[in-house]
């Protein structure tokens, strides 16, 4: 067997990209998110070993409500909800009706955010104040920065699943699957988080 | 669900790809081409932190820093391990062999993500030369690889930032590799290929991914806390500020324990696929190989803190980790046994590529003994920072992965260019590395249990003479590269033809032209189910003696 050069290969052979098979692109995602997820393990490791060994100053303020996270927890499980029937929307060919969807989860991840930095504002501690405090704002601005990206990768679907034009369609659904896989993931790492550093 | 990418789009990305030596400065999706750039790359830097050894080494020659200033030799020794294991082994043994050989195992024309593939490896150079440049604009970091605090928060920041900014950008680079070669071994076997049929380096690599995806997130969390502490000034891992440097060391650990094995299962992976082709046998235990290899890749992730014995662990903790990390032993045990029942009785032509495999066995045995005595508590703390730990781990990252890095080259290099490398030089190689490399670390194992302790550039004046003796070792493997270097360069331009298969191997990769088409293969891909059926499976490119038919084993 010769070797043939990669232009007579290319006229002889069908190339791969255009071959038939399988996506595995939600396999691969699943397993960035494994990793990502790993991450949070880490912060969440961190936290509760300062918790065990670390006790807090008695003069360090450290203080957190519970209604304004309560909201944001019930914000984030209702925008899972309201992304899952985004994504039955555009199977049943429905744009217009998956396309609002959208915006409402975009909406609700906005306002989860919105109530993330009245929190912020609100709490009687900052940052360098004391490892708890550092520790808080580390794990919540970590997870904040998740919900920002996935908000935004939202409004990029809503845009492309316009119809007609869009390019999110009932033949192209992954890169809605990935964006609510990914939201998923998200709303969950929020769900450990809040029982983690509000309810513990 | 099926995915095509109309072809016309296709087409016009295959015709803006440069040909001949340029494909391999472009952003190539080949996986062949990002193999060979992973070697490449990280072979430079092999000569990067091999001359920053050599400087260590010189410095060491005698007991008082006179040869750089103190801070400067921290800063050498934090360049040297760090671009030795991000930047040389990690990405060699995983990208490099990785990309060029997993789609041939698998039968498959590339990458189950070739974009993907092509990002993690152009993540590498802008990040090494971020880190090497530090040295030279603001002074590089100075608290050794581990980046321990407080040390590396009281050190100057500037250069410890950009050796944290250039570690994430690395430890990226990894996990999108380790994405890809999990979703290609798994997802993109050829039909009727099973897991158990797979030659082991693809057994290898989906461990040390698992453990790339597990655990290296874990020091990309744990060095942006660091990076608080040092720029924010918040209190992590600082006990001034109600911090706990302890934190730290386990979740640093909990990498960097399993990085050891992201450095050598690939390396075990390269030798199983080495030492069968070159004795002409089939590779002893297969199942127990790859049960071997998933054991070490579960304990793996449990023995961190053996490497914190001397931080205060409780202990429950030192037992609990001391007697996994025992265990560790039995799997590597089985895999060394292994390779030794794979050879004996074999034809063994005793080739640069077969004697740098046995080097290795060799010096990972030893470093493998020194690892067990390390585990155990009381002479763990005797020796903990000394020069034994620097003998160690050098006998299990040098001896180990990097003699597997040049047996694969010379393995592989009739693959990668279809010339024959010059025997002799590479026998000549093999010598001097061999020797230069056991000369410069075994007296190292004395200077540590006489309680030399390391990263510390001035030491007691009774330690000079096997100093000197250890830098004549690390002259000699400075020496040992040059016939290398010679050897690959002189061979690619007139290097006599290989041929396609100059090992008569039966493995994927070799059932192709050499160096193999752009897409692998023409015509559907072969399926090798036995790819170490030497003796039993007789195709046209075996010629089998009767002497070596009496020896070999039939392959259950």
């Known amino acids: 067997m010769t070797a043939l050069s990669p232009l007579e290969q290319k006229s002889t052979e069908e190339s791969p990209q255009t071959e038939h098979h399988e996506d595995h692109r939600l396999f691969g995602l699943?397993?960035?998110?494994?990793?990502?997820?790993?991450?949070?393990?880490?912060?969440?490791?961190?936290?509760?070993?300062?918790?065990?060994?670390?006790?807090?100053?008695?003069?360090?303020?450290?203080?957190?409500?519970?209604?304004?996270?309560?909201?944001?927890?019930?914000?984030?499980?209702?925008?899972?909800?309201?992304?899952?029937?985004?994504?039955?929307?555009?199977?049943?060919?429905?744009?217009?009706?998956?396309?609002?969807?959208?915006?409402?989860?975009s909406a609700l991840g906005l306002a989860f955010l919105i109530s993330q930095m009245v929190e912020y504002f609100t709490l009687p501690f900052g940052l360098t104040d004391n490892l708890y405090a550092s520790t808080f704002y580390a794990l919540t601005g970590f997870h904040g920065l998740h919900v920002t990206l996935g908000a935004l990768m939202i409004l990029i679907i809503w845009w492309q699943s316009r119809s007609p034009g869009g390019r999110v369609t009932k033949d192209n659904t992954f890169p809605l699957e990935a964006v609510e896989l990914y939201w998923h993931f998200v709303d969950g790492i929020w769900v450990v988080l809040f029982i983690i550093l509000y309810l513990l | 669900m099926t995915i095509a990418i109309p072809p016309d789009r296709n087409d016009s990305s295959k015709s803006l790809q440069p040909k001949g030596w340029l494909k391999y400065f472009s952003f190539s999706l080949d996986h062949k081409v990002i193999g060979i750039q992973y070697l490449v790359c990280g072979f430079i830097f092999y000569l990067i932190g091999g001359g920053l050894a050599s400087a260590i080494r010189?410095?060491?020659?005698?007991?008082l820093s006179d040869f750089m200033a103190r801070d400067v030799y921290n800063q050498v020794l934090t360049l040297h391990g760090t671009i030795m294991i991000f930047l040389w082994i990690v990405p060699v043994v995983n990208g490099a062999f990785g990309n060029y050989l997993i789609p041939f195992y698998v039968g498959a024309r590339d990458m189950a993500f070739p974009r993907l593939n092509a990002v993690a490896f152009w993540l590498i150079p802008p990040a090494g030369l971020m880190l090497i440049s530090s040295y030279f604009i603001t002074g590089a970091a100075q608290s050794g690889w581990t980046a321990y605090p407080p040390l590396s928060i009281s050190t100057p920041a500037a250069g410890q930032i950009i050796w944290i900014l250039s570690v994430l950008l690395l430890g990226g680079s990894s996990i999108f590799g380790g994405i890809n070669f999990i979703a290609t071994i798994i997802k993109l076997r050829r039909p009727g290929l099973k897991l158990l049929q797979l030659p082991m380096y693809c057994w290898a690599m989906l461990g040390t991914s698992i453990l790339v995806v597990l655990s290296t997130p874990v020091l990309a969390g744990t060095l942006i806390l660091l990076s608080f502490d040092i720029v924010a000034h918040t209190g992590f891992f600082n006990p001034t500020l109600g911090g706990n440097v302890i934190v730290y060391q386990h979740l640093f650990w909990f990498y960097s324990h399993p990085a050891v094995y992201i450095m050598v299962l690939p390396a075990f992976g390269l030798v199983s696929e080495i030492i069968p082709v070159h004795c002409r046998k089939p590779l002893f235990g297969y199942i127990t190989m790859v049960y071997s290899i998933m054991a070490i890749v579960l304990l793996g992730l449990v023995v961190w803190a053996h490497h914190m014995f001397t931080s205060g662990t409780p202990p429950w903790m030192r037992l609990f980790f001391t007697i996994a990390t025992a265990f560790i032993a039995v799997p590597t045990g089985i895999k060394f046994f292994n390779w030794v029942a794979t050879l004996w009785g074999g034809k063994i032509s005793l080739n640069s590529a077969i004697l740098f495999s046995c080097g290795f066995i060799i010096n990972f045995v030893l470093g493998g003994i020194t690892g067990v005595a390390l585990a155990q508590v009381p002479f763990d703390v005797h020796v903990h920072d000394t020069y034994f730990v620097v003998a160690h781990f050098h006998y299990i990252v040098y001896g180990g992965s990097v003699f597997v890095i040049f047996s694969s080259i010379y393995h592989w290099y009739p693959k990668f260019t279809g010339k024959l490398l010059n025997e002799k030089l590479g026998q000549l190689h093999?010598?001097?590395?061999?020797?230069?490399?056991?000369?410069?670390?075994?007296?190292?194992?004395?200077?540590?249990?006489?309680?030399?302790?390391?990263?510390?550039?001035?030491?007691?004046?009774?330690?000079?003479?096997?100093?000197?003796?250890?830098?004549?070792?690390?002259?000699?493997?400075?020496?040992?590269?040059?016939?290398f270097l010679w050897n690959v360069v002189y061979s690619a331009i007139r290097g006599p033809k290989s041929g396609d298969n100059p090992w008569r191997a039966l493995t994927p990769e070799w059932l192709t032209s050499s160096p193999p088409p752009v897409e692998n293969w023409i015509g559907e891909a072969p399926l090798v189910t036995q790819p170490y059926g030497y003796g039993t499976h007789r195709n046209e490119n075996e010629d089998l003696s009767s002497n070596e038919a009496g020896n070999v084993r039939e392959q259950s």
């Open chain 1, 30 to 105: 699943t397993a960035f998110l494994v990793a990502d997820g790993m991450t949070f393990a880490g912060f969440f490791a961190a936290y509760l070993t300062y918790k065990a060994v670390n006790p807090l100053s008695p003069d360090a303020i450290y203080e957190l409500e519970l209604p304004l996270p309560t909201l944001n927890t019930i914000l984030l499980l209702i925008s899972s909800a309201t992304f899952h029937r985004a994504g039955q929307s555009l199977k049943r060919n429905e744009a217009n009706t998956c396309q609002r969807w959208l915006l409402i989860t």
């Open chain 2, 58 to 63: 010189i410095e060491l020659t005698s007991p």
């Open chain 2, 430 to 483: 093999f010598l001097l590395t061999f020797i230069g490399f056991n000369l410069c670390f075994a007296p190292q194992h004395w200077l540590g249990l006489n309680g030399m302790p390391r990263r510390v550039a001035e030491y007691d004046p009774q330690f000079q003479l096997i100093n000197q003796i250890s830098s004549v070792g690390a002259l000699i493997m400075a020496i040992s590269t040059i016939p």
